[in-house]
């Protein structure tokens, strides 16, 4: 069965660090979507970065990259020069690809931002 | 497009009462997800469907929970009798098919059961 493993509850970073984010998963199936969302105090779920299992490099947008790690299945976000705006909620999410459509998220990271 | 649409925004009842929550997907989506957040329980699944169809429930915690995808542009999330621990942030996101697409959410419904 496919499983989602965020192992840090909290961090505290100071602004303008880089930040990285641990997310670990299982699933026996090849094919394989990765997800990140950041989740504000204010409650939405944004969509910040994806990763597919056969691509060859890892995704970035913007300050967002995702340090990914096959044959470890870690999925790893990092934030580059962090921000206050950046202190939120952060969820990692996997979507099988083949054997089942369904979207399945760890139980978040809450990341605070000091300045 | 206006992005996925829940409605209401904010729920409280009394416990025993009928809650319904409803929600607008992206046009031309396949794939409706309804989930629930609680502090203790992360962002559970509760049920997802494909083509309005349901694909898998195993995530409703019980038989007070049913969910119901009349057509592709509207579900319903419902709870009958409502019970103080259903209290949660409930949100509905949809999809197109495929390992490598986004889901995206709604606003969620804060429901408060008293």
């Known amino acids: 069965a496919q499983k989602i493993t965020q192992t840090q509850p909290g961090m505290f970073v100071q602004e303008k660090e880089a930040v990285t984010l641990d997310c670990t998963y299982d699933?026996?199936?090849?094919?394989?979507?990765l997800f990140w969302y950041k989740q504000p105090s204010s409650g939405e779920m944004i969509f910040l970065i994806y990763q597919g299992s056969y691509d060859q490099q890892n995704a970035t947008e913007g300050r967002y990259s995702l340090n990914f790690q096959k044959a470890r299945k870690s999925a790893n976000l990092v934030i580059s020069a962090s921000q206050l705006g950046d202190s939120a909620m952060y969820f990692c999410?996997?979507?099988?690809?083949?054997?089942?459509?369904?979207?399945?998220f760890g139980k978040g990271t809450r990341l605070h931002i000091l300045p | 497009d206006a992005g996925v649409i829940q409605s209401p925004r904010h729920e409280v009842t009394e416990m025993g009462q009928e809650v319904t929550l409803r929600c607008k997907p992206i046009s031309g989506h396949d794939y409706l997800f309804w989930y629930r957040q609680t502090m203790m329980r992360g962002l559970e699944l509760l049920i997802y469907f494909n083509n309005n169809v349901p694909i898998d429930d195993s995530g409703m915690p019980e038989d007070r929970f049913s969910a119901k995808m009349p057509n592709a542009s509207f579900s319903t999330l419902k709870i009958q009798p409502s019970e103080p621990r259903d209290s949660a942030v409930y949100f509905c996101?949809?999809?197109?098919?495929?390992?490598?697409?986004?889901?995206?959410f709604g606003q969620g419904t804060r429901l408060t059961v008293v």
């Open positions: 999410a996997m979507r099988e690809g083949r054997r089942d459509d369904k979207i399945i």
């Open positions: 996101a949809s999809s197109l098919p495929g390992g490598y697409t986004e889901a995206f």
């Open positions: 699933t026996s199936d090849p094919s394989y979507g």
